[in-house]
Nanobody, 113 residues
Framework: VQLQASGGGLVQAGESLRLSCTAS???????MAWYRQAPGQQRQMVAS???????NYADSVKGRFTISRNNARNSVYLEMNSLKPEDTAVYYC?????????WGQGIQVTVSS
């Protein structure tokens, strides 16, 4: 399984970015999530969406980020608004089901102050 992420870049504080991630297989039964890892820090979950559409967010992004999925396109998205410098990190998409977990390549998001 391959996950292809796109949409990262350099923005100023307060601006928005939309990350996209498309899988090479059907995603209907998988938990989809976005993680991020800042320099010197551990990878942490940013947002997740269950097969049934249940959403979960890290406290630091609640109210600013929105995760969504389109199973017809085997895709998951992360809409990021009101970006802050502390959102700067490498972002990873993932899909998981039981013991299976797959990761996309990391994409850089940099927010300048």
């Amino acid at each position: 399984v391959q996950l292809q992420a796109s949409g990262g870049g350099l923005v100023q504080a307060g601006e928005s970015l939309r990350l996209s991630c498309t899988a090479s297989r059907n995603t209907n039964a998988f938990f989809m999530a976005w993680y991020r890892q800042a320099p010197g820090q551990q990878r942490q979950m940013v947002a997740s969406i269950s097969p049934g559409g249940h959403l979960n967010y890290a406290d630091s992004v609640k109210g600013r980020f929105t995760i969504s999925r389109n199973n017809a396109r085997n895709s998951v998205y992360l809409e990021m608004n009101s970006l802050k410098p502390e959102d700067t990190a490498v972002y990873y998409c993932s899909m998981a089901r039981g013991s299976m977990m797959y990761w996309g390549q990391g994409i850089q998001v940099t927010v300048s102050s």
